[in-house]
C-alpha cells in the first residue's frame, strides 16, 4: 500500500482540515495510506504580537515545509489565505479543495450587528483588514488586538475581554461553532481575505507521483476564483501587514473580482470592481489590482 504523510499544525482547525484532506485521500485512492505528522510553528507559539510585527503569516507553513524538505512528510495543509502570494520554488500547490463559506462573522453573546455595539464598544482583531473595514463602519469603537486559535479567542470573548470579536465564519463551521456567529459580513458591504475559506494542499515541486494523488481533490471553480484574488494580491504586494481584501465569485458570463486596501488607522476605504470571462482570473486580478492603484493604493499601502 502507498503511503502519503500530512505535514499539519497542531490547532484544532488545522487537524480539522488536514483530517478532511486526509479523509477525501482515502475515499478518491482506496490503496493509499494516510497519516498525519503534527507540529507546531512559529506561528503559534508567538501569540503577543500582531503576526504583521513578527514575519506574516508565512510563520505558519515554514516548519511543515521544512519536514516536507527533510521528507518527514510528503505534503502540507494550509488554509490558502495563510499561504504567502510567491510559494517558494521548492514547493507548489498541487489542489485547492472546494470553498467553504468565505465570510467574515461577527461574534459576540450580547450583539447581533455591528450597528448594535455600543459606542466605544471594544472589538478583537489583529486583521488590519477588519480592522479597516470595522473603523470605516464604525470609528467610535476601540480595536484590540487578537490572536491565538478559535478556541483560545472564544474564550477571551466569554471572559469578557471584548464586546465582540470578528472570526472567519468556515473555520466556525469547520468546528461545530456555527451557533456561535451573531452575523454573517458578507461582499459586498464586507469584504474577506483573499482566498478566505478555501484549503490547499502544498508538496514537493517536481514531486509528480505526489501531485498524481492530489489532483482528484482540485475543486477547478474555488481554484479560478482564489487564483483571481491571489493575482490581485500578488499585483498590490499584499501580505499581512497591508489591509487587503478580495473576493472573486462566478456570473453568468464569468468572474466578478471586488477588491478592497484600506488605512486601519483612519477607515479609508478604497474599492474597485471588474469582470472577465472565466479564464482570465489572472488579467482579471492584475487589473482590479491597477483600478486601485488608480484610485491611490500604493501610497496608502506604502510603495
Not at 42 to 68: N, W
Not at 113 to 124: K, M, Q, W, Y
Not at 154 to 173: M, N, Q, W
Not at 191 to 204: C, D, L, M, N, S
Amino acid at each position: 500500500m502507498k503511503s502519503l504523510r500530512i505535514a499539519t499544525r497542531q490547532s484544532a482547525l488545522a487537524l480539522w482540515q488536514a483530517e478532511h484532506v486526509a479523509a477525501r485521500l482515502r475515499a478518491a485512492h482506496a490503496d493509499l495510506h494516510v497519516e498525519l505528522v503534527p507540529m507546531t510553528t512559529r506561528g503559534d507559539e508567538i501569540l503577543d504580537q500582531p503576526l504583521s510585527a513578527i514575519g506574516g503569516k508565512g510563520l505558519f507553513l515554514k516548519e511543515l515545509e521544512v519536514a516536507m524538505l527533510e521528507g518527514r512528510a510528503d505534503i502540507a495543509v494550509h488554509s490558502l489565505k495563510d499561504v504567502p502570494m510567491e510559494v517558494e520554488s521548492a514547493f507548489a500547490l498541487g489542489a485547492v479543495l472546494e470553498r467553504a463559506d468565505a465570510a467574515d462573522a461577527l461574534v459576540s453573546n450580547h450583539y447581533r450587528t455591528i450597528a448594535e455595539l455600543p459606542r466605544g464598544a471594544r472589538v478583537g482583531t489583529s486583521s488590519l483588514r477588519r480592522q479597516s473595514q470595522l473603523r470605516a463602519l464604525r470609528p467610535d469603537i476601540q480595536l484590540a488586538d487578537l490572536r491565538g486559535n478559535v478556541g483560545t479567542r472564544l474564550g477571551k470573548l466569554d471572559t469578557g475581554h471584548y464586546d465582540a470579536i470578528i472570526l472567519a465564519c468556515a473555520g466556525l463551521e469547520r468546528l461545530g461553532l456555527a451557533p456561535r456567529i451573531a452575523c454573517r459580513l458578507e461582499p459586498p458591504h464586507w469584504i474577506p481575505a483573499v482566498a478566505q475559506g478555501a484549503i490547499a494542499i502544498e508538496y514537493r515541486s517536481g514531486d509528480r507521483a505526489t501531485l498524481q494523488w492530489l489532483l482528484p481533490l482540485d475543486d477547478i471553480d474555488s481554484a479560478r476564483c482564489t487564483g483571481a484574488e491571489r493575482a490581485m494580491n500578488r499585483r498590490l504586494h499584499g501580505n499581512c501587514s497591508v489591509p487587503i481584501a478580495g473576493y472573486c465569485r462566478e456570473i453568468e458570463l464569468g468572474l466578478e473580482l471586488t477588491g478592497l486596501v484600506g488605512d486601519a488607522a483612519s477607515g479609508r476605504l478604497l474599492r474597485a470592481s471588474a469582470t472577465g470571462t472565466l479564464d482570465e482570473g489572472q488579467q482579471l486580478g492584475e487589473h482590479v489590482a491597477q483600478l486601485l492603484f488608480d484610485q491611490g493604493a500604493g501610497e496608502m499601502l506604502g510603495h
